[in-house]
Protein backbone atom coordinates (compact mmCIF):
# COMPACT_ATOMS: atom_id res chain seq x y z
CA UNK A 1 0.00 0.00 0.00
CA UNK A 2 1.48 3.69 -1.04
CA UNK A 3 2.05 5.97 1.59
CA UNK A 4 0.41 9.21 1.37
CA UNK A 5 2.51 11.93 1.95
CA UNK A 6 1.09 14.62 4.44
CA UNK A 7 2.15 17.81 6.49
CA UNK A 8 3.07 16.90 10.15
CA UNK A 9 -0.10 18.66 11.09
CA UNK A 10 -2.07 16.67 8.43
CA UNK A 11 -0.65 13.55 9.64
CA UNK A 12 -1.21 14.68 13.61
CA UNK A 13 -5.02 15.15 12.31
CA UNK A 14 -5.59 11.76 10.47
CA UNK A 15 -4.18 9.91 13.47
CA UNK A 16 -6.66 11.44 15.78
CA UNK A 17 -9.56 10.93 12.91
CA UNK A 18 -9.00 7.71 12.97
CA UNK A 19 -8.85 7.02 16.57
CA UNK A 20 -12.28 8.93 16.46
CA UNK A 21 -13.93 6.97 14.01
CA UNK A 22 -12.84 3.76 15.72
CA UNK A 23 -14.00 4.96 18.69
CA UNK A 24 -17.44 4.59 17.52
CA UNK A 25 -17.00 0.77 17.92
CA UNK A 26 -14.96 0.05 21.33
CA UNK A 27 -14.00 2.11 24.13
CA UNK A 28 -11.55 3.92 24.47
CA UNK A 29 -8.81 1.68 26.18
CA UNK A 30 -9.08 -0.68 23.46
CA UNK A 31 -8.41 1.49 20.69
CA UNK A 32 -4.86 0.05 19.26
CA UNK A 33 -1.59 2.17 18.70
CA UNK A 34 -0.28 -0.33 16.54
CA UNK A 35 -3.86 -0.48 14.53
CA UNK A 36 -4.29 3.35 13.89
CA UNK A 37 -0.80 2.67 13.03
CA UNK A 38 -1.19 0.14 10.12
CA UNK A 39 -4.64 1.98 9.18
CA UNK A 40 -2.52 5.29 8.48
CA UNK A 41 -0.08 3.11 6.57
CA UNK A 42 3.10 4.60 9.09
CA UNK A 43 4.96 2.92 11.48
CA UNK A 44 4.50 3.10 14.82
CA UNK A 45 7.36 4.94 15.88
CA UNK A 46 6.46 7.48 13.21
CA UNK A 47 3.05 7.88 15.25
CA UNK A 48 5.29 8.02 18.72
CA UNK A 49 6.72 11.05 16.87
CA UNK A 50 3.56 13.09 17.19
CA UNK A 51 2.39 11.69 20.20
CA UNK A 52 4.75 10.81 23.52
CA UNK A 53 2.84 7.73 24.83
CA UNK A 54 -0.41 5.89 24.06
CA UNK A 55 -2.19 7.85 26.97
CA UNK A 56 -1.27 11.30 24.93
CA UNK A 57 -3.07 9.91 21.81
CA UNK A 58 -6.18 8.72 23.50
CA UNK A 59 -6.16 12.24 25.26
CA UNK A 60 -5.96 14.00 21.98
CA UNK A 61 -8.75 11.81 20.57
CA UNK A 62 -10.81 13.21 23.73
CA UNK A 63 -10.09 16.72 23.20
CA UNK A 64 -10.75 16.51 19.65
CA UNK A 65 -14.25 15.38 20.60
CA UNK A 66 -14.88 17.90 23.19
CA UNK A 67 -14.08 20.93 20.52
CA UNK A 68 -15.99 19.13 17.85
CA UNK A 69 -18.96 19.30 20.30
CA UNK A 70 -18.24 22.65 21.66
CA UNK A 71 -18.20 23.85 18.04
CA UNK A 72 -21.41 22.01 17.02
CA UNK A 73 -23.74 23.52 19.73
CA UNK A 74 -22.51 27.22 19.50
CA UNK A 75 -25.12 29.25 20.09
CA UNK A 76 -26.75 31.22 16.93
CA UNK A 77 -26.89 35.14 17.29
CA UNK A 78 -30.20 36.78 16.77
CA UNK A 79 -32.38 34.92 19.12
CA UNK A 80 -34.06 35.55 22.26
CA UNK A 81 -32.33 33.57 25.39
CA UNK A 82 -34.99 30.66 25.53
CA UNK A 83 -34.53 30.44 21.81
CA UNK A 84 -31.01 30.66 21.93
CA UNK A 85 -31.58 27.77 24.55
CA UNK A 86 -33.68 25.42 22.49
CA UNK A 87 -31.33 25.75 19.45
CA UNK A 88 -28.38 24.87 21.31
CA UNK A 89 -29.70 22.03 22.98
CA UNK A 90 -31.04 20.63 20.38
CA UNK A 91 -27.37 20.57 18.20
CA UNK A 92 -26.58 18.74 21.35
CA UNK A 93 -29.27 15.76 21.60
CA UNK A 94 -28.62 15.91 17.38
CA UNK A 95 -24.61 15.77 18.05
CA UNK A 96 -24.94 13.04 20.45
CA UNK A 97 -27.63 10.93 18.75
CA UNK A 98 -25.19 10.84 15.45
CA UNK A 99 -22.30 10.17 17.95
CA UNK A 100 -24.13 8.00 20.66
CA UNK A 101 -21.64 4.78 21.27
CA UNK A 102 -18.45 7.62 21.57
CA UNK A 103 -20.41 9.59 23.86
CA UNK A 104 -21.75 7.22 26.16
CA UNK A 105 -18.48 5.79 25.80
CA UNK A 106 -16.76 8.70 27.13
CA UNK A 107 -18.97 9.55 29.95
CA UNK A 108 -19.84 6.51 31.41
CA UNK A 109 -16.69 4.51 30.04
CA UNK A 110 -13.62 3.51 31.83
CA UNK A 111 -12.16 7.18 29.84
CA UNK A 112 -14.03 9.28 32.70
CA UNK A 113 -11.86 7.33 35.83
CA UNK A 114 -8.58 9.21 33.87
CA UNK A 115 -7.81 12.59 35.70
CA UNK A 116 -6.91 14.30 32.23
CA UNK A 117 -9.87 12.96 30.45
CA UNK A 118 -11.85 14.20 33.70
CA UNK A 119 -9.84 17.75 33.33
CA UNK A 120 -11.17 17.57 29.58
CA UNK A 121 -14.57 16.86 30.60
CA UNK A 122 -14.50 19.70 33.04
CA UNK A 123 -13.15 22.63 31.12
CA UNK A 124 -16.27 21.40 28.21
CA UNK A 125 -18.65 21.55 30.85
CA UNK A 126 -16.85 25.18 32.09
CA UNK A 127 -17.57 26.40 28.38
CA UNK A 128 -20.90 25.55 28.55
CA UNK A 129 -21.93 27.01 32.09
CA UNK A 130 -20.31 30.49 30.36
CA UNK A 131 -22.39 30.55 27.70
CA UNK A 132 -25.18 29.77 29.51
CA UNK A 133 -24.48 32.50 31.94
CA UNK A 134 -23.98 34.96 29.56
CA UNK A 135 -27.55 34.92 28.19
CA UNK A 136 -29.04 36.25 31.43
CA UNK A 137 -27.54 40.06 31.33
CA UNK A 138 -29.74 39.89 28.18
CA UNK A 139 -33.11 39.39 29.81
CA UNK A 140 -31.74 41.77 33.08
CA UNK A 141 -30.46 38.75 35.65
CA UNK A 142 -27.53 38.63 37.10
CA UNK A 143 -25.09 35.69 36.88
CA UNK A 144 -25.13 35.14 40.79
CA UNK A 145 -22.61 32.65 42.38
CA UNK A 146 -26.18 30.40 43.38
CA UNK A 147 -27.31 30.48 39.86
CA UNK A 148 -23.82 29.81 38.79
CA UNK A 149 -23.81 26.35 40.73
CA UNK A 150 -27.15 25.79 39.65
CA UNK A 151 -26.35 25.68 35.98
CA UNK A 152 -23.45 23.61 36.88
CA UNK A 153 -26.04 21.17 38.27
CA UNK A 154 -28.35 21.66 35.12
CA UNK A 155 -25.72 20.57 32.77
CA UNK A 156 -24.73 17.00 35.05
CA UNK A 157 -29.14 17.09 34.69
CA UNK A 158 -28.79 17.22 31.06
CA UNK A 159 -25.92 14.33 30.44
CA UNK A 160 -27.53 12.02 32.21
CA UNK A 161 -30.98 12.43 30.74
CA UNK A 162 -29.55 12.39 27.58
CA UNK A 163 -27.64 8.99 28.11
CA UNK A 164 -30.65 6.78 29.80
CA UNK A 165 -32.68 9.06 26.61
CA UNK A 166 -30.00 7.49 23.79
CA UNK A 167 -30.17 3.60 25.82
CA UNK A 168 -34.44 3.83 25.75
CA UNK A 169 -35.55 6.63 23.63
CA UNK A 170 -39.23 6.70 25.52
CA UNK A 171 -39.52 10.49 24.80
CA UNK A 172 -39.67 12.03 21.65
CA UNK A 173 -36.72 13.80 20.52
CA UNK A 174 -38.34 17.21 20.68
CA UNK A 175 -40.09 16.04 24.11
CA UNK A 176 -36.65 15.43 25.66
CA UNK A 177 -35.37 18.68 24.08
CA UNK A 178 -38.58 20.28 26.06
CA UNK A 179 -38.12 19.11 28.94
CA UNK A 180 -34.24 20.41 29.01
CA UNK A 181 -34.90 23.35 28.14
CA UNK A 182 -37.71 23.77 31.13
CA UNK A 183 -35.61 22.47 33.71
CA UNK A 184 -33.08 25.36 33.07
CA UNK A 185 -35.24 27.90 34.50
CA UNK A 186 -36.66 25.99 36.82
CA UNK A 187 -33.77 25.12 38.29
CA UNK A 188 -31.70 28.57 38.03
CA UNK A 189 -34.17 31.14 38.97
CA UNK A 190 -37.27 31.58 41.07
CA UNK A 191 -40.71 30.70 40.12
CA UNK A 192 -41.71 34.32 39.23
CA UNK A 193 -38.61 34.47 36.95
CA UNK A 194 -38.39 31.63 35.46
CA UNK A 195 -42.08 31.55 34.17
CA UNK A 196 -41.27 34.80 32.73
CA UNK A 197 -38.59 33.14 30.48
CA UNK A 198 -40.34 30.63 29.73
CA UNK A 199 -43.83 32.77 28.48
CA UNK A 200 -41.30 34.44 25.62
CA UNK A 201 -41.41 30.71 24.07
CA UNK A 202 -45.14 29.48 23.98
CA UNK A 203 -44.34 26.58 21.92
CA UNK A 204 -42.21 24.81 24.78
CA UNK A 205 -44.13 22.21 25.49
Not at 122 to 145: F, H, N, S, W
Amino acid sequence: MKRTRLSPDERRAQLIELGVSMLSGRPLSQISVDEIADQAGVSRGLLFHYFSSKDEYHLAIVEHISREMLESTAPPDGLGPIETLMSTLTAYVDYVSANRTTYVSLLRGTASGDPATRAVFERTRDAMVDRTLAQLPLVGIEPTPLIHLAIRGWIAFCEEATVHWLRDELLSRDELIALLTRALPAVALGPDDAAALLAERSTVA
